[in-house]
C-alpha cells in the first residue's frame, strides 16, 4: 500500500507561480513514476506531468515551457512548479504515485487562477 499527501495549493493571480509537494509513504520502493493529473469542472481529469523512476519526464502540451515537475532527494516527493499561471490552469491537481503493484491518488488540491 501507498499514501499519497499533496500540499501548495491555493488562489494566485494569473501569470504567478505556485509550488505543489506530493509525498507518498509506505511500499515507496516499488515506485515506478510519479505524476500530476488535473480535474477541471465538468472536464475529464488529464494529465499534467509525469516523471519516471529513472528520471525521465513527460508533460502537457499545454504546460511546457511554464511547468515543471521534479523529485526530492529521497525518490518518494515530488514536486510541481507551475509558473505563468493561467485561469485555464484552475482546477484540482492530483498526485498519482504509479507502482508494480498498483496505483495511488492523493486527495488532491485545489489550484485557483484569477484573471
Known amino acids: 500500500q501507498v499514501q499519497v499527501v499533496e500540499s501548495g495549493g491555493g488562489l494566485v493571480q494569473a501569470g504567478g507561480s505556485l509550488r505543489l509537494s506530493c509525498a507518498a509513504s509506505?511500499?515507496?520502493?516499488?515506485?515506478?513514476?510519479m505524476g500530476w493529473y488535473r480535474q477541471a469542472p465538468e472536464k475529464q481529469r488529464e494529465l499534467v506531468a509525469l516523471i519516471t523512476r529513472i528520471g525521465s519526464t513527460n508533460y502537457a502540451d499545454s504546460v511546457k515551457g511554464r511547468f515543471t515537475i521534479s523529485r526530492g532527494n529521497a525518490k518518494n516527493t515530488v514536486y510541481l512548479q507551475m509558473n505563468s499561471l493561467k485561469p485555464e490552469d484552475a482546477a484540482v491537481y492530483y498526485c498519482?504515485?504509479?507502482?508494480?503493484?498498483?496505483?495511488?491518488w492523493g486527495q488532491g488540491t485545489q489550484v485557483s487562477v484569477s484573471s
Open positions: 509506505g511500499s515507496i520502493s516499488s515506485i515506478n513514476a
Open positions: 498519482k504515485v504509479l507502482t508494480f503493484r498498483g496505483d495511488y
